[in-house]
């Protein structure tokens, strides 16, 4: 079993920035077991959207309303996902989870419980 745990979050002023860490544990001796990390958000009243994502390979992906101003990278040393966000909005303000993914044989799909970030004018 993985267990996700988050870190980072808080609240700050339009233009600031946050790290959100995630770091994996359990059965996981390497974050290259992972196809996937990613991190969605959620907002009251809205779905759950997905922010960033970053493949084993090192390929990146992200929302339209973030590039530019965010960064998702992995810290294989720490078995951890990194969301690096900059001159952050008030729009920002959501819940934050950082979700694994496994493909094929062993696939899994795991969740941690999520950071709250807090974005004020």
């Known amino acids: 079993q993985v267990q996700l745990m988050e870190s980072g979050g808080g609240s700050v002023q339009a233009g600031g920035s946050l790290r959100l860490s995630c770091e994996a544990s359990g059965i996981v001796y390497s974050i290259d077991y992972f196809h996937y990390m990613n991190w969605y958000r959620q907002a009251p009243g809205h779905q759950r959207d997905l922010v960033a994502s970053?493949?084993?390979?090192?390929?990146?992906e992200y929302a339209d309303s973030v590039k530019g101003r965010f960064t998702i990278s992995r810290d294989n040393a720490e078995n951890s996902v990194i969301l690096q966000m900059d001159s952050l909005k008030p729009e920002d303000t959501a819940v934050y989870y950082c979700n694994v993914k496994r493909l094929g044989i062993s696939a899994l799909d795991a969740w941690g419980q999520g950071t709250q970030v807090t974005v004020s004018l």
């Open positions: 970053i493949t084993r390979g090192g390929l990146t």
